[in-house]
């Protein structure tokens, strides 16, 4: 099951910032009093069935993925090539993304999530097809990567609004995070089980398993007990629900300050498949086994950034800012690493660093929003995060290209540092705060405090406006 960075969030009245908790989605069964706890919302039958059958599938995603990639670099020898097949996969989520949304909030999206979860399956049992008889040439993959792109437009934000309907408002911060920890856990295993299989017997069984692996979720989904979810309000079919929607972000700088952010961070800093295959093939000259380790040795930082945040009680926006300032950093610093041990053991961190990055702005932006509006705000969130792929990805390849692996790391490692530090001015000039710098010991040495002094402690402000 794809994600978001994957992909992979509760919300105020829409006249307001996150300051507490608003009212979830319409009537369904009452929710258990929360007791809290890193796996709270395992607890709920439905969700169980769900997150079983995604980590299933999202190891068969993993599994494709590194397959898809070393079976690019193999026909062509082009990092642009591989920049060409992300940029494909992704430029749906670009063109159409915001309709994906709509389809969303009009649709149900457990019945959403069954065709398209049906048709990923499809996707990767052609493309083993293809492998296994020895008639795959590049178009091909470029084809399957295009169509698969194309169910993503809805199984993104459907996946994304539908955890809402299954654990409700309480459990919905703790089910996110737990989301992109079941990813992230099956990111451990997938590249692993692919750099096997790439080994010992080509990239068309690691496709074939993928494309099997698909059945787990919609197995989930078909057994779950449907008068055990929270009901939630289908908006009925009208002319200008797209632009309703971005309306709506528009005026929530809560909502497009970090929806900015992680465009940014999204179209030039995720381009690991780009780099990482290219540090690899001509930086260390090593083969699909070395591609899986450095996946898995993000996906082990991935998988305790999620884990960290399932423990926390909150997503603030300052934490997005300092994490997309850190993310940034550590890209840079692993692009001017002077060995192979080096680079691979900064990994780990990126991963971690990366990882809050995506799940603290979903959360955040989830919890914010509407229940009405999810799927258009998800949808719009996803699309700016994937869909700018499509743009980044061909940029940062040629360039890998054309200057080497450890310039096109450095040049996304620059634009995310600089992206997150114009995005964390703006988000605190807007909500009235100033840089404090204070290095006497014991006290905070950096802080945002407000401009005008007022009764509410600094460190309980958030980086955003009310408004």
Same mark, same amino acid.
């Given at each position: 099951?794809?994600?978001?960075?994957?992909?992979?969030? @509760?919300?105020?009245?829409?006249?307001? #910032?996150?300051?507490?908790?608003?009212?979830?989605?319409? @009537?369904?069964?009452?929710?258990?009093? %929360?007791?809290?706890?890193?796996?709270?919302?395992?607890?709920?039958?439905?969700?169980?069935?769900?997150?079983?059958?995604?980590?299933?599938?999202?190891?068969? $995603?993993?599994?494709?993925?590194?397959?898809?990639?070393?079976?690019?670099?193999?026909?062509?020898?082009?990092?642009?090539?591989?920049?060409? +097949?992300?940029?494909?996969?992704?430029?749906? *989520?670009?063109?159409l993304g915001l309709y994906g949304g709509v389809l969303t909030d009009r649709f149900p999206?457990?019945?959403?999530?069954?065709?398209?979860?049906?048709?990923?399956? /499809?996707?990767?049992?052609?493309? @083993?097809?293809?492998?296994?008889?020895?008639?795959?040439?590049?178009?091909?993959?470029?084809?399957?990567?295009?169509?698969?792109?194309?169910? $993503?437009?809805?199984?993104?934000?459907?996946?994304?609004?539908?955890?809402? &309907? *299954?654990? =409700?408002?309480?459990?919905?911060?703790?089910?996110?995070?737990?989301?992109?920890?079941?990813?992230?856990?099956?990111? !451990?295993?997938?590249?692993?089980?692919?750099?096997?299989?790439?080994?010992?017997?080509?990239?068309?069984?690691?496709?074939?398993?993928?494309? /099997?692996?698909?059945?787990?979720?919609?197995?989930?989904?078909?057994?779950? %007990?449907?008068? &055990?979810?929270?009901?939630?309000?289908?908006?009925?079919?009208?002319?200008?629900?797209?632009?309703? =929607?971005?309306?709506?972000?528009?005026?929530?700088?809560?909502?497009?300050?970090?929806?900015?952010?992680? =465009?940014?961070? =999204? +179209?030039?800093?995720?381009?690991?498949?780009?780099?990482?295959?290219?540090?690899?093939? #001509?930086?260390?000259?090593?083969?699909?086994?070395?591609?899986? !380790?450095?996946?898995?040795?993000?996906?082990?930082?991935?998988?305790?950034?999620?884990?960290?945040?399932?423990?926390?009680?909150?997503?603030?926006?300052?934490?997005?800012?300092?994490?997309?300032?850190?993310?940034?950093?550590?890209?840079?610093?692993?692009?001017?690493?002077?060995?192979?041990?080096?680079?691979?053991?900064?990994?780990?961190?990126?991963?971690?660093?990366? /990882?809050?990055?995506?799940?603290?702005?979903?959360?955040?932006?989830?919890?914010?929003?509407d229940p009405a509006m999810r799927g258009r705000v998800m949808s719009l969130f996803m699309?700016?995060?994937?869909?700018?792929?499509?743009?980044?990805?061909?940029?940062?390849?040629?360039?890998?290209?054309?200057?080497?692996?450890?310039?096109?790391?450095? $040049?996304?490692?620059?634009?995310?540092?600089?992206?997150?530090?114009?995005?964390?001015?703006?988000?605190?000039?807007?909500?009235? /705060?100033?840089?404090?710098?204070?290095?006497?010991?014991? #006290?905070? #040495?950096?802080?945002?405090?407000?401009?005008?002094?007022?009764? $509410?402690?600094? &460190?309980?402000? &958030?980086?955003?406006?009310? @408004?």
């Amino acid at each position: 099951m794809s994600t978001g960075p994957g992909a992979d969030s @509760a919300p105020a009245p829409n006249t307001h #910032h996150d300051t507490g908790r608003a009212a979830g989605p319409t @009537a369904g069964p009452a929710a258990p009093p %929360r007791r809290g706890g890193m796996f709270s919302s395992l607890r709920i039958r439905n969700y169980r069935l769900f997150a079983t059958g995604q980590v299933v599938s999202n190891t068969g $995603t993993w599994m494709q993925r590194i397959a898809q990639d070393w079976l690019v670099l193999s026909l062509t020898g082009s990092s642009a090539a591989v920049g060409i +097949t992300t940029a494909l996969q992704f430029l749906p *989520m670009l063109l159409l993304g915001l309709y994906g949304g709509v389809l969303t909030d009009r649709f149900p999206k457990r019945t959403l999530l069954l065709l398209t979860q049906s048709a990923m399956g /499809l996707t990767g049992l052609a493309l @083993a097809v293809l492998t296994l008889t020895g008639q795959v040439q590049i178009w091909h993959v470029y084809l399957v990567a295009f169509l698969l792109g194309l169910v $993503t437009v809805v199984d993104n934000p459907a996946r994304q609004a539908f955890v809402s &309907e *299954m654990v =409700g408002q309480d459990e919905l911060r703790n089910a996110v995070s737990l989301n992109s920890a079941n990813f992230q856990s099956a990111r !451990l295993i997938g590249p692993a089980v692919a750099g096997v299989l790439i080994t010992a017997f080509g990239s068309g069984w690691a496709f074939l398993l993928n494309g /099997l692996s698909f059945t787990a979720p919609v197995a989930g989904l078909l057994m779950m %007990r449907t008068a &055990e979810l929270h009901k939630a309000d289908r908006v009925p079919r009208s002319k200008g629900q797209l632009r309703e =929607g971005l309306r709506y972000v528009a005026g929530r700088p809560d909502l497009i300050w970090p929806i900015v952010l992680v =465009g940014f961070i =999204g +179209t030039f800093g995720f381009n690991f498949p780009i780099w990482l295959t290219a540090f690899v093939y #001509h930086v260390f000259h090593a083969g699909a086994g070395t591609y899986a !380790l450095f996946n898995g040795l993000m996906a082990a930082g991935s998988l305790i950034g999620a884990l960290l945040a399932a423990r926390r009680a909150s997503s603030r926006l300052r934490l997005v800012v300092g994490a997309g300032l850190l993310f940034g950093l550590l890209e840079i610093t692993a692009a001017l690493a002077p060995s192979f041990w080096v680079f691979a053991a900064l990994l780990t961190p990126i991963g971690l660093v990366g /990882l809050t990055i995506n799940v603290t702005s979903n959360s955040s932006v989830q919890m914010a929003t509407d229940p009405a509006m999810r799927g258009r705000v998800m949808s719009l969130f996803m699309m700016v995060f994937m869909g700018g792929t499509p743009l980044g990805a061909p940029l940062v390849g040629w360039v890998t290209d054309a200057f080497g692996a450890r310039i096109g790391f450095l $040049t996304g490692g620059v634009i995310s540092l600089a992206a997150a530090a114009l995005v964390g001015l703006i988000l605190a000039r807007v909500g009235g /705060l100033r840089l404090k710098i204070d290095l006497r010991r014991g #006290h905070r #040495h950096v802080a945002f405090v407000p401009r005008i002094p007022d009764a $509410t402690p600094p &460190e309980e402000r &958030e980086l955003a406006p009310v @408004a």
